[in-house]
């Protein structure tokens, strides 16, 4: 791995949730995070907005190590994400570790990314059991819990292909709360849905924001974002261009790309 970290101990005892800063990423020469600075709090919604390309997708898969950062660096709950200070050396972690760290953050996608051979009940209870932290019994009973909080009690042995987008959907956000992560992060989540199933799926998530649970959100979903975020970040070109409360950022923007997007999209 090409990357290079500078960062002091002083600097690693941050209080946000998750804190990035001055992230840098390309592919192939092509910069496609430009220097991103971004913090969380705990208990936080934060919304990231911007136009397809803008370096959305990358952002959430820097903040759970799917990439690593060329430059900069990205903490969740005071660790580096990939990396760990001994004394005053980084070193980078082994897979394994990288792996356990992971599992603090949930990441729902797109597509839903079930296991398809896998039925809902398995597919919530196949990490907590791999990882050894639930006997197979007790990730049952939590993973029965979850699928009823997310309205899917009457599903658990269903296969994927048996259910809808929707619910799919909402299995894969059981499946990131098995792991009782700090925050979770959802890539456009309702994107890949039919219309009329997008509202079961905001319900759920909107639910988790008002237990407090840490979310950031990259949707484009306006009214949903207006309404559940505490926060709203826009992206564009790998770079954050204007950030606010969504009172401010969605209904009065300053900047005139932001301007340019919400008139396409409302
Ligand atoms: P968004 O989610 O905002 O649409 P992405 O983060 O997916 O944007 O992509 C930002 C830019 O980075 C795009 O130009 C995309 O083509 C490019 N990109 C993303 N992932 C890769 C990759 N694995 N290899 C090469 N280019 C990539
Ligand atoms: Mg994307």
Known sequence: MSTTIVQTAAETATKGLVEIHNVHKSYGGVEVLRGIDLTVQPGEVVA????????KSTLLRTINHLESVDRGSVTVDGQLIGYELRGAKLYELRER?????????GIVFQNFNLFPHLTALENVTEAPVALGR???????????????????????????????????????????????PKVILFDEP??????????????????????????????????????????????????VIEQGPPA?????PKHPRVQDFLAKVL
Do not use: C, N, W
């Open 190 to 239: 309702t994107s890949a849905l039919d219309p009329e199933l997008v509202g079961e799926v905001l319900d759920v998530i909107r639910d988790l924001a008002q237990l407090g649970t840490t979310l950031v959100i990259v949707t484009h979903e306006v009214g949903f974002a207006r309404e559940v975020a505490d926060r709203v970040v826009f992206l564009d070109g790998g770079r």
């Open 97 to 105: 570790e990288v792996l356990e760290r992971r599992t603090q953050i």
């Open 48 to 55: 990231i907005l911007g136009p397809s390309g803008s370096g």
């Open 134 to 180: 639930l006997s197979k019994d007790d990730a049952r009973e939590l993973a029965l819990g979850l699928l009823d909080r997310v309205g899917l009690a009457d599903k658990a042995e269903h296969y994927p292909r048996q259910l809808s987008g929707g619910q799919q959907q909402r299995v894969a956000i059981a499946r990131a709360l098995a792991l009782k």
């Open 248 to 252: 401010e950022v969605l209904v009065a």
